[in-house]
C-alpha cells in the first residue's frame, strides 16, 4: 500500500475521532504517516491523553497496525526503577497490549499491535481499530490507575504487587 493510501486511510479514521472532539492531526514521520491525536483522559479528570496509530504494508497484502496511547506522562528519573518493576508486574495480568516505560521521553505508554487482511473495506478498518483503542483506553483505565498513582506518589510498588499478584 502506497503511502498516500496509508495516509488517506489514517486521516479517514482521525474525522471519526475528531467528530468525538479529539484534536486530530496526520503527520509525516521518517517511517511514513502517523496519525496523532489527544482526548480526555481516563485516568484524571480534565486531563488529557495521547494517541497514535500508524500502519505500513506488510508482505502478502497484510497491514500492520500499531497503537499507543499515553496515559502518564513526566516520570521523575527516580521513579523509573520502581515503575519498571511496576510495569513488569502488571504486564503479564493483560489480555492486550502492554505498558512501557520511556526513559528519554519521561512517558509510560500502551502499546499493541495487530495485522488485517489488505482486501478489508476501510469501514471495516476503522470499526476493528475503534473496538481496539476503547479496549485499551477500558484497560488503561483500570490497570493504568496503578501506575499514575505510583507516579503521584498515592501508593507503593508493594501495594501493586500485592493486588496483582492475588487478582
Known amino acids: 500500500?502506497?503511502?498516500?493510501?496509508?495516509?488517506?486511510?489514517?486521516?479517514?479514521?482521525?474525522?471519526?475521532?475528531?467528530?468525538?472532539?479529539?484534536?486530530?492531526?496526520?503527520?509525516?514521520?521518517e517511517d511514513g504517516p502517523v496519525l496523532l491525536m489527544t482526548g480526555p483522559s481516563v485516568l484524571e479528570e480534565n486531563g488529557e491523553m495521547a494517541y497514535s496509530v500508524s500502519m505500513e504494508s506488510r508482505e502478502n497484502g497484510f497491514w500492520l497496525f500499531h497503537l499507543m496511547l499515553i496515559p502518564v506522562m513526566e516520570i521523575l528519573p527516580e521513579q523509573?526503577?520502581?515503575m519498571n518493576d511496576a510495569i513488569a508486574v502488571i504486564n503479564p495480568t493483560l489480555t492486550m497490549g502492554s505498558y512501557?516505560?520511556?526513559?528519554?521521553?519521561?512517558?509510560?505508554?500502551?502499546s499493541q499491535g495487530f495485522l488485517m487482511d489488505g482486501d478489508v473495506a476501510l469501514k471495516a478498518v476503522s470499526t476493528y481499530l475503534l473496538r481496539n483503542l476503547y479496549a485499551m483506553e477500558r484497560t488503561v483505565g483500570v490497570t493504568g490507575q496503578w501506575l499514575y498513582q505510583?507516579?503521584?506518589?498515592q501508593c507503593t510498588l508493594d501495594e501493586i504487587k500485592a493486588v496483582m499478584t492475588e487478582e
Open 1 to 29: 500500500m502506497s503511502e498516500n493510501k496509508i495516509k488517506e486511510y489514517l486521516e479517514a479514521i482521525g474525522s471519526l475521532f475528531a467528530e468525538q472532539g479529539f484534536d486530530v492531526t496526520v503527520e509525516e514521520k
Open 80 to 82: 523509573f526503577s520502581d
Open 100 to 110: 512501557r516505560l520511556l526513559e528519554q521521553g519521561k512517558m509510560i505508554l500502551f
Open 150 to 153: 505510583l507516579c503521584k506518589g
